[in-house]
């Protein structure tokens, strides 16, 4: 069984705080020596053992009139303008060419061919000192793409998701910000389906979400969205919007942050209060309305503005995600669809985009 998580901030994490996502999770925290609740959670070696074969690597720039995370000491990932966000965000898929370059543990995923090598070795007969982790780049809020025909140049940079939305973009309503698909935005995904892109409707707002199932040809996940029935925000789907998005045969990843696992929990509250149960409870709902596994992931957005302390308790880093699988086997799902919940369903996704 291997675990493909589809949403890690990897690049925010080296390039704003000077993480190096190469040394172990241990290691980072020892180094920053951050408060409990910003600890590092992600790192390549954690990941290997915990058999973590593919990451959805995120290219993010936030607003910086609606920033709120925490200071970077090493680089300013916020942007006041497209041409900024764009500039910052060809900084992160040049971070990304370089790891590639540098550890033969790494492998960028462009092609069907980049992904097979990746999953080979991953056979159970090699050794972990053979395996490597395939990245596939995802563009988290599309405001760095200047115009949509621009988008050409992104595909050959590597990037193969793209998520219209953070907050609102100019191309889509967003998290806290109601609307739809401007006309800039309805461009951009004639663009990107052109390239068979993967959409990502996650932190799109729901009449853009609504919209854009209606208006993308392709394939389309949510990477990283809970249910609204654990926590109801804008930035959460609906048993309604989870629906449609398993009618055109998407797939939503679980977000492993504990305020969007438990309605009640807040940052302050102790990391024990939330249990990785919890976790299963968000697949087996999305599981329970959907009538089949098909359309649940991972998402984890480990370290994704937040770190240790804000994860469910039985989680000390990405190591520790196969733990999951443990859980849903424990009630009763057979292991093919455990082994397609933890990976096998984003595979599915991103393979069909894939040139």
């Known amino acids: 069984m291997i675990v493909v998580d589809a949403h890690q901030d990897i690049a925010y994490n080296a390039l704003g705080f000077g993480r190096d996502y190469r040394q172990p999770v241990l290691l980072t925290r020892a180094h920053e020596n951050k408060p409990l609740a910003q600890a590092a959670t992600l790192a390549l070696p954690d990941a290997l053992l915990g058999r973590v074969a593919v990451a959805f690597a995120t290219l993010f720039v936030e607003p910086r009139s609606k920033s709120s995370l925490p200071d970077?000491?090493?680089?300013?990932?916020?942007?006041?303008?497209?041409?900024?966000?764009?500039?910052?965000?060809?900084?992160?898929?040049?971070?990304?060419?370089?790891?590639?370059?540098e550890d033969k543990r790494i492998r960028l995923v462009r092609t069907v061919k980049d992904l097979d090598s990746v999953l080979e070795t991953w056979q159970p007969e090699r050794s972990i000192g053979q395996r490597q982790q395939g990245l596939v780049i995802l563009m988290e809020g599309a405001d760095p793409i200047l115009e949509p025909k621009e988008f050409e140049a992104w595909y050959e940079r590597g990037v193969r998701?793209?998520?219209?939305?953070?907050?609102?973009?100019?191309?889509?309503?967003?998290?806290?910000?109601?609307?739809?698909?401007?006309?800039?935005?309805?461009?951009?995904?004639?663009?990107?389906?052109?390239?068979?892109?993967?959409?990502?409707?996650?932190?799109?707002?729901?009449?853009?979400?609504?919209?854009?199932l209606d208006a993308y040809p392709g394939t389309i996940i949510a990477s990283h969205s809970n249910p609204r029935k654990f926590r109801n925000t804008d930035r959460h789907l609906s048993d309604a919007m989870i629906r449609r998005l398993a009618e055109r045969d998407g797939v939503m990843g679980v977000v492993l942050f504990n305020r969007f696992l438990a309605e009640s929990w807040t940052p302050g509250d102790a990391k024990s209060s939330v249990k990785l149960s919890v976790a299963a409870d968000v697949i087996d709902h999305v599981c329970q309305i959907t009538g089949n596994t098909r359309h649940i992931g991972i998402g984890s957005d480990l370290d994704g503005g937040f770190g240790w302390g804000a994860v469910p308790d039985e989680l000390d880093s990405v190591m520790d995600l196969l733990q999951i699988a443990g859980h849903l086997e424990e009630r009763g799902y057979a292991v093919s669809d455990v082994e397609a919940i933890m990976g096998g369903n984003m595979l599915r996704q991103i393979r069909a985009c894939l040139p």
């Not at 916020?78 to 370059?101: P, V, W």
């Not at 990107?192 to 609504?210: G, I, R, T």
């Open 72 to 101: 970077m000491p090493m680089m300013d990932l916020t942007y006041g303008d497209a041409q900024e966000a764009n500039r910052k965000a060809i900084q992160q898929t040049d971070y990304y060419q370089r790891l590639a370059d």
């Open 161 to 212: 998701i793209v998520g219209p939305a953070w907050t609102g973009t100019r191309y889509s309503g967003g998290t806290n910000a109601p609307g739809g698909l401007t006309s800039e935005g309805r461009r951009l995904l004639e663009v990107m389906s052109s390239f068979n892109v993967l959409l990502d409707l996650s932190h799109m707002a729901e009449q853009a979400f609504y919209e854009a």
